[in-house]
């Protein structure tokens, strides 16, 4: 076991990253060789995250090329939300530093009980970021994640409201604004569609252009409680 403590220059956070198991094999630069890490990082604010991650690891050109394959990091979050959350990410990374660019593929992507994949491109990697990229997420029930976040959700006369939603979007941006264009969100039997731009991330500037097909409101909206005194024939 070993520790490690570390403080980010930028929030001049302190972090403690406890690592229990680092396994290496058959190491060759040129070659892909198996990484296997086992972590556990936190912070004073209460932050607590247990990590493992397998790959296939090549690293090509003096360190200038870094291939992590075959993917497979998993989490859990403690100290963030109101009980501990299942993150996973699995697929690949590559990362050209000559070229300054980042490509992802990442065959599935989990947050809670969200599950999506997602590609993702950046180039300028080191100096102005730009990225672009798709994300799909299967059918998941909101009311379920908004409660796994801490997050009361809405009581609805519908029982089954926001039991399924999905996303299927495209994104791309840099460190001052992003684009989701287009963007179909499916929530339960209606459709939405249009894009999303955070167009100044420092002023928080949005702007939105959506088309809804239909939706039964009613299905939404709270359960009527009868008044009291009132009887029912």
Do not use: C, W
Not at 115 to 133: D, E, P, R, Y
Not at 178 to 205: C, E, H, M, Y
């Amino acid at each position: 076991d070993s520790q490690l403590n570390y403080e980010d220059q930028q929030t001049k956070q302190n972090y403690t990253v406890d690592v229990s198991e680092l396994q290496l094999r058959d190491v060759r630069l040129q070659d892909a060789f198996p990484l296997q890490l086992k972590a556990r990082l936190r912070d004073k604010t209460g932050l607590d995250v247990d990590l493992a991650l397998s790959t296939q690891l090549r690293i090509e050109g003096a360190g200038k090329k870094i291939t992590a394959d075959a993917l497979d990091l998993q989490a859990t979050l403690k100290g963030i939300f109101q009980s501990p959350l299942q993150t996973a990410i699995q697929g690949r990374v590559d990362y050209d530093q000559n070229a300054d660019q980042l490509d992802a593929t990442v065959t599935r992507l989990q947050f809670a009980n969200v599950i999506a994949k997602t590609q993702i491109h950046a180039t300028s990697v080191s100096q102005a970021l730009q990225f672009k990229g798709t994300l799909q997420t299967e059918v998941f029930n909101l009311k379920t994640l908004l409660n796994t976040l801490g997050i009361t959700p809405p009581i609805t006369q519908d029982d089954a409201a926001l039991s399924r939603v999905q996303a299927d979007l495209a994104f791309s941006g840099d460190t001052k604004q992003v684009k989701i264009k287009p963007l179909t969100l499916k929530i339960d039997d209606s459709t939405l569609n249009g894009d999303v731009a955070v167009i100044d991330r420092a002023k928080q500037f949005l702007s939105f252009s959506l088309t809804l097909d239909h939706m039964d409101v009613d299905r939404y909206l709270s359960p009527v409680v009868p008044e009291k005194g009132t009887q029912q024939l």
